[in-house]
């Protein structure tokens, strides 16, 4: 081999070598740089102006002050206190043929504007119109969840059952319909 070929091929490993470090090792760390970068460019396009920001919380308002009067609409003539949920527990069971024996309030807890009122309610009926109620007060006006129902036969050959029911309703301070 001539001395001119040597060189000739030694410069070509040697650019082969370089090309080889440049694509396995800086075009890696370039790409990384890169790809950070365009992220920030991502994520500056995304940022929100005060201004839009202000137009979306009025927004948020709007639709919060509708939710409210919907809310309002939908809760009936009852108020959202303990005196409108015993008068909807007895309106509701009187509408349904359920006799009440007594209603006794429990622990109320204040969570944000709701408040959770536990109580205990002791009533009769048979058991396809104690079913309809329980049914009814738990999609009716005022949002009562049944959280342990009893169930007992006085007489085997009398339909009747008497039902200690304990029950938890949501009311939403300051909503009063109408």
């Not at 102006?49 to 509708?66: C, M």
């Not at 939908?74 to 005196?83: D, L, V, W």
Request: glycine content about 8%.
């Amino acid at each position: 081999m001539t001395e001119k070929k040597k060189y000739q091929l030694l410069i070509v490993l040697t650019v082969a070598l370089f090309v080889y470090a440049m694509g396995t090792e800086v075009c890696d760390r370039w790409a990384e740089l890169i790809e950070g970068w365009a992220e920030l460019k991502a994520k500056e396009e995304s940022l929100v102006s005060p201004s839009d920001l202000e137009q979306r919380r009025n927004a948020l308002g709007a639709e919060k002050a509708a939710l409210l009067n919907k809310v309002k609409e939908s809760r009936g003539k009852y108020q959202q206190n303990q005196a409108g949920l015993f008068e909807y527990l007895i309106s509701s069971a009187s509408e349904h043929g359920v006799k009440y024996r007594s209603i006794e309030p429990g622990e109320a807890k204040t969570v944000g504007s709701a408040m959770e009122q536990t109580f205990k309610a002791t009533c009769s009926g048979d058991f396809l119109t104690l079913g309809r109620w329980i049914q009814s007060l738990e999609k009716g006006a005022i949002p009562v969840k049944v959280t342990k129902l009893e169930v007992s036969a006085n007489d085997a050959r009398r339909s009747t059952l008497q039902v200690v029911l304990w029950g938890r309703a949501h009311l939403f301070a300051g909503l009063f319909s109408r």
